[in-house]
């Protein structure tokens, strides 16, 4: 009976050290965009929608529209973004997010869920960019993304070009024709982008 207790307490105590890790994993977690309002602005008060090289270009273009059915999650949307940069001319656009000066110096990686369309097709490889007050634009290039929902955590060490982390101002999508090899025209879901430790 003695043995129980003891095991039980220590039970008990495992759980609580459960119970405060997961409570500081959520804390630990800023929550940029989810995107469940189905509408602007973001999680964090900021702008967002899809951008273009050219808007008068009609053979290229980038649209954002909210998605309740291929949501990360099981509710609320993503956004879809149907690109193409298909074009006879130099092709990019894509999508931009303002970030409204947030502080991201106390985390260490930007997580983001991201799926191809399996109809419309899609590249699987975006190239991301992140921007501070001081001007820099750090980027990185995601590849192998599939028809499954899946988690990129990159390490914000990463995004080379980035030395200040304190004033992030923008966060953004490129489509180009050189990185959307494998389709140049297609669909790309996002969703859950956020600041971790
Ligand atoms: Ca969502
Ligand atoms: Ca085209």
Redesign the pocket.
């Known amino acids: 009976m003695k043995a129980l207790l003891s095991s039980l307490a220590a039970s008990a105590v495992a759980l609580v050290v459960v119970l405060m890790v997961a409570g500081q994993v959520s804390a630990a977690t800023l929550v940029i965009a989810d995107f469940n309002t189905g509408e602007k602005p973001n999680n964090i008060g900021g702008d967002f929608g899809a951008w273009n090289r050219d808007e008068a270009d009609q053979?290229?273009g980038c649209k954002m529209n909210f998605n309740q059915t291929e949501m990360h999650g099981g509710t609320g949307s993503s956004v879809q973004l149907d690109y193409?940069?298909?074009?006879p001319n130099p092709?990019y656009n894509g999508f931009w997010m303002k970030l409204q000066n947030q502080d991201a110096s106390q985390y260490d990686k930007l997580s983001l869920w991201i799926k191809g369309d399996a109809v419309a097709g899609h590249t699987t490889k975006v190239k991301l960019e992140l921007k501070n007050a001081k001007g820099e634009v750090g980027k990185y290039t995601i590849s192998n993304i599939t028809t499954e929902w899946q988690e990129i955590v990159i390490p914000l060490a990463q995004f080379s070009g980035l030395t200040d982390l304190t004033s992030m101002t923008e966060f953004v999508v490129v489509f180009d024709d050189m990185t959307c090899s494998g389709k140049?025209?297609g669909t790309i879901y996002i969703d859950d982008l956020a600041f971790v430790k």
Not at 84 to 87: A, F, P, Q, T
């Open positions: 053979t290229q193409d940069v298909d074009s092709a140049k025209q």
